[in-house]
């Protein structure tokens, strides 16, 4: 399959766009919101700061949560093209397999019970959360007879979402102050977060955006089958365990900051594809980009939805998403 | 020995298999027995033996009164709706072909908690008064958890409806309803997050006989409906091909299938809340002990279903008692790594 940007020149062309694109959505996002700001102020705010509220949201508030946006997306996006290429599953991705509920989960049971407060450890619950919820799936999805199938995995991972939703469910009935902590977190927000908390996770993200650019040329020759990548001396164990570590520390970072955030994962690697075709070498970042792309626009859409109020942009990545998700699904990828 | 009984007459004949048979009785009295344990123990204890006495009118007053007035409904809503969701949960395991389908998985217990906390949202004004009566609530949970089901019907629809899409729309949809619900809860008092919470969890708490007298109908009614379907259920496990080859058809009786599902999902859903993997375990259970032809698997999810949130309510009522725990952190912290230990014991 060819994408719509044919040849080499043509895909350089587009990630530049894009890179431009997304400079200009983070901008916007900065900009934009319930307190009219211009862009000479957002500069101002770093150049004359004078203390002004304005000056004040764009420092404290708008800025973080740009960046944030946009972290929380290429990781989101780098995971979804990993996890579909390592399943050859079109809709696998954090949040269908519970990846993104297991982190949840974790960390709404360290705020509870262990009085986990600090980011940094949000991050490390985050990652062994998002690394059990993985795992279980994995093994759920390919027990019993005929071994790890498409269909399979996507109802374990199922199975594994709404068990972890309940439980973190359990643990908020009975503690009403952590629910109201927690609740606007476990919707997926980059809302109200400091850029401390960026700075303390993205080392480890930039580290994994590195490592899957580094793996694209892997999952080329994995996505021909493994009996193929064997042949063509891939040590696939070596590659789908190193695949699966940068899922969970792309998800689990994700999480930790942002909470469980829907269906970007899914979403953006089909766009990707679209765009640039089958090369890994091209969709991985095509997916970065996209991925922070639109999380930006869904966060600065989530201003606007309940004014004066803010919803939480999970939410309308889940609308954004969902007849997208359903669009895949009536295709027809799986045909039994 | 032979295996059946043959029971055979004109216009019908019927094969009953002795075991199963057996295994329901013996799950009928577990299920007596829980009920009666349940409605005995509270705050105020009451012996089985005063327990039956009171519910044959020859007790004392005010055991009669604990009993009639607060317990014996509560226990009945329990038992119904832990029945409804379990079945709802064996048919819809019958249709998608796939012991991982459920009710709570696919959207239709989601879309009954999403109507369930729009209308605890949205009909509060600012001093936290509901505008309506609460009564109307199941009444929303049951239309939210019927729209949705066609919803997932309609979109699945493509020449035809094949389980896998089936299941992978409702999957979709089911994380829609999720945002939607936490939307809601956002855009509403924290007095009413922590109810809608709450009621989302699962929880038989405060039934009277209302409750009972609007459970009961859907339960019964739904019941000859099944007795009907359940022979063509077992063909449909064999695939879409043999059943048609045998004379059925397979989108209508899906369908309907699904229909008579929701309704008994939603109608439970309705009165005791989102109670958690009761409709994913409840048949799995039964299936270990009454096999898997539907005939017997129905009655024995049903048993098994209604003894599951009978015994969570009763263990949410006492073990951190003054506290009241929803019955529904016990389905679910109870199923959850049960249905783990099922499948991988499975392998």
Known sequence: MNGILYGNKLKTAG????????????????????????LKQAIEAYTAFNGSNEHLIIQLSRVPRSLVGMAVGISLGIAGVLMQALTRNPIASPDIFGVNAGA?????????FLGVSSIQQ???????????AAGLAYALGSAGQGGLTPVKLTLAGAVMAALFASLTQGMLVTNEKALDEVLFWL???????????????????????????????????????????ISLGQKTVVFKLAAALMVIILAGGSVAIAGPISFIGIVVPHFARYLV????????????????????????????????????VGVVTALIGTPFFIYIVRKGIFQK | MRKYW???????????????????????LAAIAAMLISIGVGDMYIAPWDVFNALIGTGLDINQLIITEFRLPRVLVAFIAGASLALSGAILQGIIRNPLASPDMIGITGGAGFAAVAFLTMFSDDSNNLLLSINYLPLFAFGGATIVAFLIYALAWKDGVTPIRLILIGIGL????????????LMGPIYRASQATIWLTGTVYGTSWNEVKALLPWFIGLIPILVLLVRRLNIQGFGDDLTKGAGISVHRERFLLLMV???????????????????????????????SSFGGLFPASALIGGIMVVLADLAGRTLFSPLEVPAGVFTAAIGAPYFIYLLFKNQ
């Open chain 1, 15 to 38: 990630l530049i766009v894009g890179i431009l694109i997304a400079l200009i959505i983070m901008v916007l996002s900065v900009v934009l919101g319930y307190t009219n700001t211009s």
């Open chain 1, 104 to 112: 949840g989960f974790f960390i709404v049971f360290g705020v509870t």
């Open chain 1, 122 to 132: 949000f991050m490390w619950i985050g990652f062994l959360g998002a690394a059990v």
């Open chain 1, 187 to 229: 919707a997926g927000s980059v809302e109200g977060r400091k850029l401390s908390m960026l700075v303390a996770v993205l080392p480890a993200l930039v580290i994994a955006w590195v490592i899957s650019l580094l793996l694209s040329r892997q999952l080329n020759a994995f996505a021909l089958g493994e009996d193929v990548a």
């Open chain 1, 277 to 312: 075709g089958n090369d890994h070498r091209w969709i991985v970042p095509y997916s970065a980009i996209i991925g922070g792309i639109m999380l930006v626009v869904a966060d600065i859409g989530a201003r606007y939805i309940i004014m004066p109020e803010e919803a939480p």
């Open chain 2, 6 to 28: 043959v029971l055979q007459r004109k216009s019908f004949s019927f094969l009953i298999d002795k075991k199963t048979t057996v295994s329901i009785i013996a799950l009928t």
């Open chain 2, 174 to 185: 089911m994380a829609l309803l999720q945002a939607l619900t936490t939307l809601m809860m």
């Open chain 2, 261 to 291: 599902c929701t309704a008994l999902a939603g109608s439970a859903v309705a009165f005791a809340g989102a109670m958690g993997f009761v409709g994913l375990i409840g048949p799995h259970i039964a299936r270990r002990i009454s096999g």
